[in-house]
């Protein structure tokens, strides 16, 4: 079991940058393979990007790639989201995410219903 704490959210202007922060407890962190989605407001949560568990190899959705970056620190049971170029859209909550690797063999999964463990969120506003 894993517990996961988000945090860096706040108020930036279109352009700026922010950090987001997803600190993890419990056992065998290293064994996770890590994402973060996002729910903007009255929608969905969509999938954003996935680390593996060495953070080796990672996914992004299309909108978000080249200005989204994932990475993670095994070594203090951490997880981050380096988000440049904000857009008014990319205003929401963000979420941070666990899952132990999939029976495929597959480090994420773009489906919400397919990661046991959340975050509380982080919530992001950009204005224009």
């Known amino acids: 079991q894993v517990q996961l704490v988000e945090s860096g959210g706040g108020l930036v202007q279109a352009g700026g940058s922010l950090r987001l922060s997803c600190a993890a407890s419990?056992?065998?962190?290293?064994?996770?393979?890590m994402c973060w989605f996002r729910q903007a407001p009255g929608k969905a949560r969509w999938f954003v990007a996935a680390?593996?568990?060495?953070?080796?190899?990672?996914y992004y959705a299309d909108s978000v790639k080249g200005r989204f970056t994932i990475s993670r620190d095994n070594a203090i049971n951490m997880v981050y989201l380096q988000i440049n170029s904000l857009k008014p859209e990319d205003t929401a909550v963000y979420y941070c995410?666990?899952?132990?690797?999939?029976?495929?063999?597959?480090?994420?999964?773009?489906?919400?219903?397919?990661?046991?463990?959340w975050g509380q969120g982080t919530q992001v506003t950009v204005s224009s």
């Open positions: 419990g056992r065998s962190f290293s064994n996770y393979a």
């Open positions: 680390v593996s568990t060495n953070g080796r190899s990672t």
């Open positions: 995410a666990a899952t132990l690797p999939f029976s495929s063999g597959t480090y994420y999964s773009t489906r919400d219903d397919d990661y046991r463990y």
